[in-house]
């Protein structure tokens, strides 16, 4: 999910009309160290490594549903039913199944959801609510009648509680480790007006979190189950979903999976979806899409889109273009044969910028600018998610900076090597760097509370964007700029590779980035994400044959440090970066007239520009290069702009 791009990319251009052309005339900073940051970055292509042969080609089979869904689109319900096959991978024995029923977060205002209002999307109560109502819920037993769960089931499991979206339900025995169930079960859906990526609007129809889920077993037998809180997502295992959808005959239909079967009969379109490796099943119907379909990078790519939106569509398949191949160079390859974009219209936006398995919702008003780049970032963002959440399937709600922290540091990869340093705004000469900004918003939240922690945990829903999301991107950012673009890439690229179809956790991401980059960068991105780290380096005093350069925080980079001299040439100086000082002699000909820590910026997260340059005489000059008095004009523009 993509709670704040249209936030941040509206703010960037802000700043950017603030800033001037100061950003476009000046040198750019380089993404990794010791390469040239003119505009090659833009038109390489990625190159396709040799799969690792121990690339797994499949998850592990543990939930598998199979599904009929009917769609009545003018009451805005789904009738459900189906059956459930679930095996016990854990080590130990259950007694209980935990059941998400997420679509009951917007049927009153005593949902969690909606009791949580912390700013952002889905903050006000829903048009028209919604709500899933559970008809059958019966485990089969072999050779006698099947048992029903449904009378014992705890909808509101935690007492003096009424959310009903974690239901709680007791098993008639035991499911031994190894050992599978298959439950019947049948529903009712009523769809919300479009709130919080699902629900209707008209005829237009997006079905996410619309049936019975299982809640996901954890190796060690607890059940990682929760409510439907207003900042989290969601976490689920593996396994496949044949699912048959059922609508009006005018209708067309996007889902997660191929399509393996289509007929219309009755009035009435039925297709059936199949699809494997998978942990959730998302879809849409609308008698007014309107398709394009396009085979990128061997993957069958559908987008519908609404009349009109022909150009929305189009910018979407370009990003596609670039970004597919890009990321399945990097992170593994994309292993399934569809991908489907949905763009809402502009009255069901609720719906967009949402990621599913194999189904992404992109956004982006019918005009934008050719160059502020709204459709690009969102689809390129979603698109991340396809590895960071769905081929990496990592606890949502208990650790949000894993997908939507560690996917939009992907964002920002991905739009700097397709665009260069302009990626997030090219409009009228202006350039704005995705990287730029993440790192400018994500410095005014980062005392208030760690990165790391669990969604529902956050105090605003601002502080949640500029911390999962900015604060992680912007760490990472500054990490490849330190230790290199490809080291950081590849760490990266190590770790969904070696993590597909698993749920990992912090601590395997932080072991992977230790085992590829080493200790202290992965000490240092562990006080970052998880202890408030910050870091601030500063020019203190110049003299005519001295300098102190100090790092202020708890954060440490090895750093450049630059002297310019009285006749204007410079020398550079490396400093570890490790003490809370250092001191600078200079013996040579010539006085020192300034210094400058941090030269070609490649802290982003520095907490303060404006101190990073000092020249001889105790008066402190600012940064005496346009860019980074830009990036320094920036930043003021950038926190009275953001949330
Ligand atoms: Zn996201």
């Known amino acids: ?173 035991e499911v031994a480790p190894g050992e599978s169930i298959d439950l019947d079960v049948a529903f009712d859906d009523r769809l919300p007006v479009v709130i919080e990526r699902t629900g209707y609007r008209g005829h237009f129809h997006m079905i996410g979190q619309w049936f019975p889920k299982l809640a996901r077993l954890e190796p060690d037998g607890t059940w990682a189950h929760f409510p439907f809180h207003h900042l989290s997502e969601f976490y689920a295992d593996f396994g496949t979903y044949d699912v048959t959808l059922d609508v009006p005959a005018a ?148 650790w949000p900076f894993l997908d939507e922290g560690l996917n939009q540091f992907a964002e920002i990869d991905a739009m700097a090597r397709w665009q260069g340093e302009g990626s997030a705004s090219g409009l009228f000469g202006l350039r704005v760097s995705d990287a730029a900004i993440q790192a400018i918003t994500s410095n005014g939240a980062v005392h208030d509370e760690p990165v790391a922690q669990a969604a529902h945990a956050f105090s605003t829903g601002s502080n949640y964007a500029r911390l999962v999301y900015s604060r992680t991107a912007a760490v990472m950012d500054t990490l490849a700029r330190v230790y290199g673009d490809e080291a950081v890439g590849d760490a990266l690229g190590r770790y969904t590779r070696s993590y597909r179809f698993e749920h990992p956790g912090p601590d395997e991401f932080l072991g992977m980035i230790r085992d590829t980059l080493g200790p202290r960068p992965a000490r240092t991105l562990r006080d970052a994400l998880f202890d408030k780290g910050w870091v601030d380096y500063a020019v203190d005093d110049v003299r005519e044959h001295s300098a102190l350069v100090r790092r202020r925080g708890t954060l440490s980079f090895p750093v450049d440090v630059e002297l310019v001299l009285a006749d204007g040439s410079t020398r550079r100086e490396r400093w570890d970066g490790e003490g809370e000082s250092k001191s600078i002699r200079w013996a040579g000909p010539g006085e020192l007239r300034s210094v400058v820590v941090d030269p070609d910026h490649r802290i982003t997260i520095d907490a303060n520009l404006e101190n990073n340059a000092g020249t001889a005489g105790g008066a402190r000059a600012g940064a005496p290069r346009t860019f980074e008095r830009g990036l320094y004009w920036m930043q003021l523009a950038l926190q009275a702009l953001s949330p």
């Open 251 to 398: 209708y067309t239909v996007g889902a997660t999976g191929p399509v393996v079967e289509s007929r219309v009969e009755g009035g009435r379109r039925v297709e059936r979806h199949v699809e494997s490796d998978v942990h959730d099943f998302a879809w849409t119907a609308w008698d007014e899409w309107q398709t394009a379909r396009e085979t990128v990078d061997g993957v069958a790519v559908t987008v519908l889109y609404p009349p009109g939106f022909g150009g929305v569509a189009e910018r979407a398949l370009a990003s596609l273009r670039f970004a597919l191949p890009y990321d399945s160079a990097r992170y593994g390859r994309y292993p399934y044969p569809v991908l489907t974009v949905v763009v809402p219209q502009g009255d069901a936006s609720e719906a967009g910028g949402m990621e599913y398995p194999t189904l992404i919702t992109s956004e982006g008003p019918w005009l934008t600018p050719p160059k502020v780049f709204v459709p690009e970032i969102v689809t390129v963002h979603e698109l991340g998610h396809q590895w960071f959440y769905g081929l990496v399937a990592t606890n949502e709600a208990a």
């Open 1 to 173: 999910m993509r709670g704040c791009g249209f936030v941040l990319v509206c703010a960037s251009l802000g700043a950017a009309i603030l800033t001037g052309l100061v950003l476009s005339a000046s040198a750019r900073p380089p993404r990794a160290a010791g390469r040239d940051p003119g505009s090659t970055l833009a038109a390489e292509t990625p190159r396709r490594p040799q799969e690792s042969p121990e690339l797994r080609a499949h998850a592990v089979d543990v939930a598998d549903y199979t599904l009929k869904a009917t769609l009545d689109p003018e009451a805005h319900t789904v009738a459900g039913s189906g059956a459930i096959h679930w095996r016990n991978t854990s080590r130990e024995p259950v007694r209980e199944l935990w059941l998400h029923l997420y679509l009951n977060a917007f049927k009153n205002e005593r949902s969690a959801y909606l009791r949580e209002r912390v700013g952002g999307r889905g903050s006000s109560p829903p048009e028209a609510y919604g709500a899933i109502d559970l008809k059958r819920l019966e485990l089969r037993v072999a050779g006698s009648a099947s048992v029903d769960l449904l009378a014992g089931i705890e909808l509101r499991a935690v007492a003096g509680d009424e959310d009903e979206t974690d239901a709680r339900v007791p098993l008639p025995r």
